[in-house]
């Protein structure tokens, strides 16, 4: 239904609103900041958004011939013909269950101000509406829209929806890493192994340092809020903007709130645990479906490598990233090209239709339009 008075949809700024409407009116009894980001503009096709779109589906085009090179398409096709449909099934389903577990862990990340939980349902539809843009958007889009969804079910504050990702970014990290790690040690490969000239051990401790840094970074904010006022007043003059830096602070310190609590960093901690242990898992079991002689220690340098490999979301869906690294990881056990191709072809496939379809019932239950989530 078209707002009266207004001749085009709301813009973010309005819908980010703690008491918007869906026409984007606020209620005057809040008039606390969001600090939201700015209007980016209606939903027509502008040269940026070609340029933008194109670019991903060249990059995608590139990556993907790149991970099939010297690939024989009619053996691809032979070997996912051949699947074992079952174990693929099971990958399927466990794939699509990290998504509740990440809905568990966030609702102890993001909270209300007073510190109460937040309803399942709204995040549900966030964690769902932002992944299923993933997949169809390049350049992680659809995390903006997972924060601008939050927001606006919520009425949290953008800065502390923002902040929570951040933190989950950082668990994420910790995780992947650690698992990383262990496979490293535990298994029989040998310690300089290398992907595209890299080896797996720095790049490990280079994303290691940056994500001990991030958090690090997070415990201060929380644990000196004061200072980091003081520090704002004394350094910007009074006004509107240093007051909004003092609630974009207040903000982010909402969004570390599981930081100040033991009990609720320790539900991260086991949760982060669960996710990633049952990702990797997911891997496991689509080994199975192909015949591929990978154990579960395999399955978490696979995640590793993949998680580093797509942590610059270059193209809609990682198309070609996502293959390229898994090809990647699985040469490092001697899996010839045509099958580490038909394996991460058809993870990639029937892991990727669910989380969409999920993400269009979420659209279709929320008060939420496509027009709403309008991009640069």
């Known amino acids: 239904r078209l707002c009266a008075g207004r001749s085009r949809p709301p813009s973010i700024g309005a819908l980010i609103s703690p008491r918007s409407d869906r026409c984007g009116r606020s209620s005057s009894t809040s008039s606390r900041s969001l600090l939201p980001p700015p209007d980016v503009g209606g939903a027509r096709l502008t ?75 709204p995040l549900w539809h966030a964690v769902a509406i932002g992944f ?38 950082i668990f994420d990290g910790l995780t992947v890493l650690g698992m990383m790690g262990f496979a490293l040690l535990a298994s029989d490969l040998p310690p300089d192994i290398a992907v595209g000239g890299v080896p797996v051990s720095h790049a490990a401790q280079v994303a290691g340092i940056i994500v001990v ?30 007051d909004r830096i003092i609630r974009m602070i207040e903000g982010i310190r909402q969004g570390l709130a599981a930081l100040r609590s033991p009990a609720l960093l320790a539900g991260v901690v086991f949760w982060s645990i669960v996710l990633w242990f049952v990702n990797a898992y ?7 479906a192909f015949g591929i002689p990978v154990d579960l220690l395999g399955a978490f340098l696979l995640q590793g490598i993949l998680v580093l490999g797509i942590s610059v979301q270059l193209t ?3 198309l070609g990233q996502f293959e390229a690294s898994i090809v990647a990881a699985l040469a490092l056990y001697g899996i010839p090209n045509d099958l580490a191709s038909s394996y991460a072809i058809a993870y990639h496939g029937a892991t990727f239709l669910p989380i969409v379809l999920l993400g269009v019932w979420s659209l279709a239950r929320t008060p939420v339009a496509l027009t709403e989530l309008r991009g640069p």
Do not use: Q
């Not at 970074?217 to 704002?232: C, K, M, Q």
């Open 47 to 121: 040269p940026r958004r070609i340029a933008t779109s194109l670019a991903g589906l060249v990059l995608a085009a590139g990556l993907l011939l790149w991970a099939l090179r010297g690939v024989h398409l009619d053996e691809v096709l032979r070997h996912i013909r051949s699947a074992r449909p079952l174990p693929l099934l099971v990958a399927v389903v466990l794939a699509t269950v990290t998504y509740p577990l990440r809905l568990v862990r966030w609702r102890l990340l993001l909270r209300h101000e007073d510190g109460s939980a937040i309803p399942s349902m």
């Open 132 to 169: 299923m843009a993933n997949n169809v958007l390049p350049f992680r889009a659809g995390e903006i829209v997972r924060l601008i969804v939050a927001t606006r079910l919520t009425g949290v504050r953008f800065t502390a929806t923002l902040s929570s990702v951040a933190v989950e970014r």
């Open 213 to 242: 840094a991030a958090l690090v970074g997070a415990i201060l904010v929380v644990a000196f809020p004061i200072a980091a006022e003081r520090l704002v007043r004394r350094v910007l003059p009074a006004g509107s903007f240093a």
């Open 282 to 288: 997911t891997f496991y079991v689509a080994f199975k």
């Open 316 to 318: 809609p869906g990682y």
